[in-house]
């Protein structure tokens, strides 16, 4: 990532392009005045060009309001999907399966809720829809961002935990982003200046769990009907401690932000992403596959290992034993990161390695 493009930039780009000097003006433009135009786009061409975008790309402001020049699927520069798309991402991605459950999409087929209690197989897997139902007075049953469309840029930033993120100074960028996903143990507390303030979305299952403040949503992956009995719970009477280790019995986060990863989805991630590698998913993952579901621009940072090969969190000294489940063969570390430098080559997202 390129360095030195600050505010000062964006301000420029700002003051030349008010909405309202380029918005829905059908009179013939002054010759001098077209030409000026024609001079400005090309500079904003070519500087945005000349830049690896990140979330204050300047150009957004440029294709949300030049809307004869956005014959994107979105007012981003670029979009996770576009009309003449990559055949090997068509073939993956299926725009119609909504990553997050509500009332509606939580019937599983039986093919999708038998791969589902595989995954970590419990006593009595009957009461799933009353256990549903039960969720849903308690979280909101809503559908979420499924509002893509030629006005809509959503940058959004997917934070894991990469070791590879120390030193690397992309709080800034990560912190331009709408949306910023981090996963699992995630703090930001003394990390700031690498992995940024801001968080609106927190991915975890129940045994990851941590303390949310009241703005984060909370996105849960269940893996088990108790998963869901568990965040009821840890909502409101805190009875649930114990999965299959000891969880927190109570979370504090905001209950009219809980998210449900979908079963369906999850499954779909890993037929149709992973291609059955790995035992299933890893959190980093499935929050990169709901990125690419709800937002229009994607920004990955912390992933994959540091510069010296090792598998740690940031907040961690190194720790040999922290990749070991590159080994175990519950997922597919390799894999995975396999297809997501592919999404990157294809453009679908940006990566962010560290320096
Ligand atoms: C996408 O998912 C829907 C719903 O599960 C399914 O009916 C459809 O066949 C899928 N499309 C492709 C191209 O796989
Ligand atoms: C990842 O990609 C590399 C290079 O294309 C390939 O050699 C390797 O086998 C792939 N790994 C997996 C787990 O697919």
Redesign the pocket.
């Known amino acids: 990532m390129r360095r030195g493009v600050g505010h000062e930039g964006l301000n420029v780009i700002n003051k030349s392009f008010q909405p309202t000097d380029c918005d829905g003006d059908d009179m013939p433009l002054p010759k001098w005045r077209k030409i000026r135009i024609s001079a400005v786009l090309f500079c904003v061409i070519t500087f945005t060009t000349l830049l690896s975008y990140t979330c204050w790309d300047p150009s957004l402001y440029f294709f949300k309001y030049v809307h004869f020049f956005n014959k994107g699927l979105c007012a981003c520069r670029q979009c996770v999907t576009e009309p003449d798309d990559d055949p090997w991402f ?2 993956r991605f ?4 909504r990553p997050l459950m509500t009332r509606d999409n939580s019937v599983l087929t039986d093919e999708t809720f038998k791969w589902w209690q595989g995954l970590q197989s419990e006593g009595q897997p009957d009461k799933f829809s009353e256990v549903v139902e039960e969720l849903f007075q308690v979280i909101p049953d809503e559908v979420f961002y499924m509002d893509a469309g030629p006005g809509r840029c959503r940058t959004c930033a997917v934070v894991g935990n990469s070791g590879n993120l120390k030193g690397s100074r992309y709080g800034n960028a990560i912190d331009s982003c709408d949306f910023i996903i981090r996963m699992n143990q995630a703090r930001t507390t003394g990390f700031e200046e690498d992995v940024g303030t801001r968080t609106t979305h927190h991915v975890m299952y129940p045994e990851s769990a941590i303390d949310l403040d009241n703005s984060i949503s909370l996105v849960l992956i269940p893996f088990k009907t108790l998963d869901l009995q568990w965040i009821i719970s840890a909502l409101t009477t805190g009875t649930i401690e114990h999965t299959y280790v000891p969880v927190i019995p109570r979370i504090k986060a905001n209950k009219d932000k809980v998210l449900i990863y979908s079963p ?1 989805f999850f499954k ?1 991630v890993y037929e ?1 992403w992973l291609e059955g590698h790995g035992r299933y998913p890893s959190t980093g993952f499935l929050s990169l596959l709901l990125a690419l579901h709800i937002c229009d621009q994607v920004s990955v940072f912390g992933f994959g290992a540091d510069q010296y090969g090792n598998w740690h969190h940031y907040w961690e000294e190194d720790n040999h034993l922290a990749g070991a489940f590159r080994h175990t063969g519950v997922h597919d570390g390799d894999y995975e990161y396999n297809v997501t430098l592919l999404l990157a080559d294809k453009h679908k997202i940006q990566m962010f390695k560290g320096r």
Request: proline content about 0%; overall charge negative.
């Open positions: 068509t073939e299926n725009h119609s399966i369906t779909y149709s």
